[in-house]
């Protein structure tokens, strides 16, 4: 039985930890060759212990330095920075990339890893978002295999197995986060510790602000775009609380098929870690017995309106995807550090795609600059938030 051999980029992060639990439920199948981390070394190098990689990266050199404290007398490779993680994405032995860096860090070992070869189980929205016609046009020149593991498109992905020719719609369900039923008067008032703590899912203080604003959702419409290849007009986000049902895809005839499972990231990772491949795991099965109500209803774009502003930016195209991704990463920065309001992310992402002249067919040099730039515009601009 050979052996698939993974690199997990943001190993330390949610999806990370959770892919390193496949990794554990099927020791004989599935060998770590390199991990990448950003600042957390204490357990960077505990995971390194354990699964014994040939190659580590690390956020800087400072933490380096830690790391290789921490890590004498074994005998991977520490490496740093940018550099460091796409040469842990490339690394020759690799299989197969678990790219769940969070973020626009996550592009260049992306891109690495494609041109290098390398199948990639997708965990980092934010470069679909960014960079999803380079990033698309690099998968099919370099023959790879792109494989979804956000819960939500895990789900399409899976319903539309055999094909797309005859879909109708997409529908990406959303718990509606934390505020779903909050007035706007209220969402003035809520501060990053009541935004973190999301109803159904546990995931990573960045994605979990995305879901509070609903800018995950409309991040997530640019991503199955891309990924599915389906008009915008025929990807629509539903309120679904219960996150019992991951997505549905519906057909021309009326039919729909929904993918349902616990709220449980392991089971998509694995999913793209053994595609076209099930096995069985001991992981929990819903329970129709225990269920009781399934509820659904049109996501509110007045109050939530990072929703429809994604999605304009998406239908738009050229760099107003990259500015939408660049401002919101550090706007929800300032807002986890209580800087700004809730209310003040879709206000300053406006503002900032307002302020942007887009360039079209963007290169990637392209892409990281509109990023940098709406980045240092939200910083100008923040002594003019109103707090």
Same mark, same amino acid.
């Given at each position: 039985?050979?052996?698939? +051999?993974i690199?997990?980029?943001?190993?330390?992060?949610s %999806?990370g930890r959770?892919?390193l639990?496949?990794?554990d439920?099927?020791?004989?199948?599935?060998?770590?060759?390199? *991990?990448a981390a950003?600042?957390n070394?204490? =357990? *960077?190098?505990d995971q /390194?212990?354990k699964y014994?990689?040939?190659?580590?990266?690390i956020?800087n050199?400072?933490?380096?330095?830690?790391?290789?404290a921490? *890590?004498?007398?074994?005998?991977?490779?520490i490496?740093?920075?940018?550099e460091?993680s796409?040469l842990?994405?490339?690394?020759?032995?690799v299989?197969?990339? =678990?790219? /769940?860096?969070?973020?626009?860090?996550? *592009? #260049?070992p992306v891109?690495a890893?494609i !041109?290098?070869g390398?199948d990639i189980a997708?965990?980092?929205?934010?470069?679909l978002?960014?960079?999803g016609?380079l990033?698309m046009?690099?998968?099919?020149?370099?023959?790879v295999?792109?494989?979804?593991v956000?819960?939500?498109?895990?789900?399409? @992905?899976?319903? #539309?197995s055999?094909?797309?020719?005859?879909?109708e719609?997409?529908?990406?369900?959303a718990?509606g986060?934390?505020?779903?039923n909050?007035?706007?008067?209220?969402?003035?008032?809520?501060?990053a510790a009541d935004a973190? !703590?999301?109803?159904? @899912?546990?995931?990573?203080?960045?994605?979990?602000?995305?879901s509070?604003t609903l800018m995950n +959702?409309?991040?997530?419409v %640019?991503?199955?775009h @891309?990924?599915?290849?389906?008009?915008?007009? !025929?990807?629509k986000?539903? %309120?679904?609380?219960?996150?019992?049902?991951?997505?549905?895809?519906?057909f021309?005839?009326?039919?729909i098929?929904a993918q349902?499972?616990?709220?449980?990231?392991?089971? /998509?990772?694995?999913?793209a870690?053994?595609y076209p491949?099930?096995?069985?795991?001991?992981?929990?099965?819903v329970?129709?017995?225990?269920?009781?109500?399934l509820?659904?209803?049109?996501p509110?774009?007045?109050?939530?309106?990072?929703?429809?502003?994604a999605i304009?930016?998406?239908?738009?195209?050229?760099?107003?995807?990259?500015v939408?991704?660049?401002?919101n990463?550090? =706007?929800?920065?300032?807002?986890?550090q209580?800087?700004?309001?809730?209310l003040?992310?879709?206000?300053?992402v406006?503002?900032?795609l307002?302020a942007?002249?887009?360039?079209?067919?963007?290169?990637?040099?392209d892409i #990281?600059?509109?990023?940098? @730039?709406a980045r240092?515009?939200v910083?100008e601009?923040? /002594?003019?938030?109103?707090?």
């Amino acid at each position: 039985m050979n052996m698939k +051999k993974i690199a997990i980029l943001g190993s330390t992060g949610s %999806i990370g930890r959770q892919a390193l639990a496949v990794v554990d439920a099927f020791p004989e199948r599935f060998q770590v060759v390199s *991990l990448a981390a950003g600042s957390n070394v204490q =357990l *960077l190098a505990d995971q /390194a212990k354990k699964y014994h990689p040939q190659i580590v990266s690390i956020g800087n050199g400072e933490k380096a330095k830690e790391l290789a404290a921490l *890590l004498q007398g074994e005998s991977c490779e520490i490496v740093v920075g940018q550099e460091g993680s796409e040469l842990a994405a490339t690394h020759e032995d690799v299989d197969m990339v =678990l790219a /769940a860096i969070s973020g626009i860090a996550g *592009l #260049l070992p992306v891109v690495a890893a494609i !041109k290098a070869g390398k199948d990639i189980a997708f965990a980092n929205k934010e470069v679909l978002v960014a960079a999803g016609q380079l990033v698309m046009d690099l998968v099919r020149e370099h023959q790879v295999q792109l494989l979804p593991v956000d819960s939500e498109h895990s789900a399409v @992905w899976q319903c #539309l197995s055999g094909g797309c020719r005859e879909v109708e719609s997409i529908l990406l369900t959303a718990s509606g986060g934390p505020f779903r039923n909050f007035t706007k008067e209220q969402l003035a008032h809520v501060r990053a510790a009541d935004a973190l !703590k999301h109803p159904t @899912w546990s995931m990573g203080d960045k994605i979990t602000i995305d879901s509070a604003t609903l800018m995950n +959702k409309g991040f997530e419409v %640019i991503e199955a775009h @891309w990924l599915f290849g389906m008009p915008y007009e !025929k990807i629509k986000a539903v %309120i679904h609380p219960q996150s019992v049902i991951h997505s549905m895809v519906q057909f021309v005839d009326g039919a729909i098929l929904a993918q349902l499972g616990p709220t449980d990231m392991r089971l /998509a990772i694995q999913y793209a870690f053994t595609y076209p491949e099930r096995w069985e795991n001991a992981l929990e099965r819903v329970d129709f017995s225990a269920l009781g109500e399934l509820t659904f209803a049109t996501p509110d774009t007045k109050r939530f309106p990072c929703l429809s502003m994604a999605i304009e930016a998406g239908k738009q195209g050229a760099t107003y995807p990259v500015v939408l991704n660049g401002a919101n990463e550090a =706007l929800v920065g300032l807002f986890l550090q209580d800087k700004i309001s809730f209310l003040d992310i879709p206000k300053m992402v406006a503002r900032t795609l307002e302020a942007h002249n887009s360039m079209a067919n963007p290169t990637l040099a392209d892409i #990281l600059a509109c990023d940098q @730039w709406a980045r240092a515009f939200v910083q100008e601009q923040l /002594a003019c938030i109103i707090r």
